[in-house]
């Protein structure tokens, strides 16, 4: 998200401490709402303003592929990201705090669900106009969302239980293709699968078993994987999931049925903006319950000390069968989406360069955390959207800050965070008085 | 209850050709403290080991409750009534003092997975229970104050009592205490004697320990096994150990025969 208050405040050296705790004392509901106006502002005097300062068009993305395509343009560029970003999100959350603590603590007195609900409507509101803008955006948000599931199911496995696992793109095309056929065989006219055979009405409505159902099979998948590999501990899961990896790759390249190497298109449209938002907060939020439980927390024990999980009667088999399983549905979720999304899968995109991409983000952002798969996905989905005209050069780049990341930060940038939605809900008001 | 609670009959183990445990014979769970000495090497912890589950003996057999429980994982032992600590403290690195008592309540748990994945009103009630619970034993051991804490960062004395603490939250009905006062100093040594005491007597425990510091097994224990070369070579109440010169011979090699 927009969180430029804080580079503005380590620029402005004497008045860093002032910003630092104006702005710690803003509640998540003060950000959201900064965040909206600023999309909104951007919305209704964006394309005005970007032909004032001689951009061509709206910077799609905080004007980093201008900048690196034409260097002339970046104090342009530079200066509408402040105008249209930066200025407005930091002056409504500084005139909104007071009020936007007041309410979040009258939201947090209500049930649970409202509040977060409350959040979630603002979030994609924001997001979704932040997209409307373009297409492009568009499709770089859904990717991006559907990053998150990838890196955040990963890190389920390779994170909390601290195995490694390289099948996650194997599961994904498993999703993707079983979602494909389920609705290019239902609901579309298709010279392999015949005529429309249910009503194209219902289609939106079946896609979600569509997806469930890819995520189930892509977990019985996965239960070829747990069941040789976890007998013991050891490098056994990474060879028999890369393994697993190629199977899967070279099995859809033969299988004529889905076209094989050509790739399966014409899915219908039904991974819209609104549908993969849901999907990514179901996701994030059945994740995290997973791993705040003491179910869940079995995993960090499995992972730190296998003996003494056991021996506090921990069932360490069963423990890693069914995370390595419900991390697999959620890949296998996310590659339906995916699969709806571009409308067009074929069984090389779900190779080692995949797998490398989402490993990258799980350690970029950060191991045994929620938030770190965010960031993890999210930086590494928009850094390679941005450094796009670079070319060859972006994939000097982007490892070239993996190794840093890892240098400094071995465990990944917000690595073993807890996200607990309570507390992030809070509103903030001990903190201490201004001067 | 007539038939102790751990019986071990003829239990031998190999470590490739090396005999580590020979004949080794046990009853305990009638609500002692034992011991179990015996110099380095002499077998101790993989006598442990085998009743945990963690090695399979080679001959005999370990009776729970009169049930046969070779081959069992160790999971299962632990969740019929067998809790251990180890000698150098296997604490989860990474998880903080209340999670680590948490998660000794697993096999309790009755929520199913569908419950920790969608947060459901059972849930929360059940991991309330679990917290409650949790709470209680870190009061016991006098560590509630550090529940927050990342056991990493705890003072030695302190990480001892969180493995104590875990321990105990698998709801024992016998405890095995690997070497509990290793590494202490007086001050912690006291205090870990007396939180032995009170588990004993406040929650009926059977005990076995073992234990180099002949201050504590004299203090604590009633019965007293000696082991050395995997084999047991006297057994007995404190005085008759003391002065048995087989034990003697043991600890401080055969001086006489010299």
Redesign the interface.
Same mark, same amino acid.
């Given at each position: 998200m927009e969180r430029g208050s804080g580079a503005r405040g380590e620029r402005v050296r004497p008045a860093g401490r002032y910003f630092r705790t104006t702005f710690s004392r803003v509640p998540l509901l003060g950000w959201l709402a900064g965040i909206l106006i600023a999309v909104t502002l951007e919305r209704l005097a964006g394309p005005p303003l970007a032909l004032a300062l001689g951009l061509q068009k709206v910077p799609v993305l905080f004007g980093f592929v201008i900048m690196l395509k034409k260097p002339a343009l970046i104090p342009s560029a530079v200066l509408y990201v402040l105008l249209i970003y930066v200025v407005p999100t930091a002056v409504v959350t500084r005139l909104s705090t007071s009020a936007a603590n007041r309410l979040a603590g009258r939201l947090v007195r209500l049930p649970m669900a409202i509040p977060v609900a409350v959040h979630l409507a603002l979030l994609y509101a924001a997001l979704h106009l932040w997209a409307g803008i373009s297409d492009y955006r568009v499709l770089v948000l859904r990717l991006t969302l559907i990053a998150v599931m990838v890196t955040l199911s990963l890190n389920v496995i390779n994170g909390y239980m601290g195995e490694f696992s390289c099948s996650h793109p194997g599961f994904m095309a498993i999703g993707a293709y079983f979602a494909s056929v389920f609705t290019v065989g239902l609901f579309v006219n298709d010279q392999f699968f015949g005529a429309v055979f249910l009503p194209q009405a219902w289609g939106p409505f079946l896609f979600p078993v569509a997806l469930i159902l890819g995520g189930f099979v892509a977990s019985f998948g996965a239960l070829a994987v747990a069941i040789p590999s976890f007998r013991t501990r050891g490098d056994y899961l990474a060879i028999i999931s890369l393994a697993f990896l190629f199977i899967v790759k070279s099995l859809i390249e033969n299988l004529e049925f889905v076209r094989g190497p050509r790739g399966l298109s014409g899915q219908p449209d039904y991974a819209d903006l609104p549908t993969v938002f849901l999907w990514t907060v179901l996701c994030v939020w /059945?994740i995290n319950? *997973?791993v705040r /439980?003491?179910? !869940?927390?079995?995993l960090?024990?499995v %992972?730190?000390?296998e003996? +003494? +999980? !056991?021996?506090?009667?921990?069932?360490? %088999?069963r423990t890693k069968i069914?995370a390595f399983l419900?991390a697999a549905f959620w890949a296998g979720v996310a590659g339906g989406l995916f699969a709806h999304v571009l409308r067009y899968v074929n069984p090389s995109t779900f190779g080692i360069q995949k797998l490398a991409e989402v490993l990258a983000m799980v350690y970029f952002g950060g191991l045994?955390s929620v938030y770190g798969s965010i960031v993890g996905a999210v930086s590494i989905s928009l850094l390679g959207e941005a450094l796009r005209p670079l070319e060859i050069f972006k994939w000097i780049i982007i490892p070239l800050l993996l190794i840093l990341v890892m240098i400094y930060r071995p465990t990944g940038l917000v690595a *073993?965070k807890d996200l607990d939605v309570t507390a992030l809900l809070q509103p903030k008001r001990n903190t201490e008085e201004e001067a | 209850m007539t038939a102790p609670f751990l019986r071990v009959r003829n239990m031998s183990h190999d470590f490739g050709g090396l005999r580590a445990v020979r004949d080794y014979n046990l009853e305990a769970g009638s609500g002692q403290i034992r011991g179990l000495i015996g110099p380095n090497g002499a077998g101790k912890t993989t006598i442990f080991n085998l009743i945990?589950? =963690?090695y399979q003996p080679t001959e005999g057999e370990i009776l729970i409750d009169g049930r046969n429980i070779n081959g069992l994982?160790? $999971?299962r032992i632990? @969740?019929l009534g067998v @809790?251990?600590t180890?000698q150098n403290l296997?604490?989860?690195? $990474?998880?903080t003092v209340i999670?680590h008592v948490?998660?000794? $309540? #697993? @096999?309790k =748990?009755r929520?199913g997975?569908f419950a920790?994945?969608?947060?459901t009103p059972g #849930?929360h009630r059940e991991?309330a229970e679990?917290e409650e619970k949790a709470g209680r034993l870190l009061d016991m051991m006098g560590i509630r104050h550090l529940a927050d804490q990342v056991v990493l960062n705890l003072p030695y004395g302190a990480q001892r009592r969180v493995e104590m603490a875990?321990?105990l939250?698998?709801e024992p009905r016998i405890l095995l205490l690997d070497e509990p006062t290793a590494g202490m100093n007086p001050e912690e040594l006291a205090q870990i004697m007396e939180i032995i005491r009170r588990v004993h007597g406040e929650l009926g425990l059977s005990i076995l320990l073992i234990e180099h510091r002949m201050k504590v097994v004299m203090e604590l224990c009633s019965i007293i096994q000696t082991l050395d070369f995997g084999a047991v070579i006297a057994e007995g109440t404190p005085e008759e150990i003391q002065n048995d010169p087989r034990v003697i011979d043991a600890y401080l090699g055969k001086e006489r025969a010299t």
């Open positions: /059945s319950n *997973f /439980s003491t179910v !869940g927390k079995a960090n024990a %992972r730190d000390n003996m +003494a +999980a !056991g021996a506090m009667t921990v069932d360490t %088999r069914v419900f045994n *073993f | 945990t589950g =963690i994982p160790s $999971h632990a @969740s @809790s251990r180890f296997l604490l989860w690195r $990474h998880m999670e948490k998660l000794a $309540h #697993y @096999s =748990i929520y997975l920790a994945f969608f947060g #849930y991991e679990i875990r321990a939250a698998t």
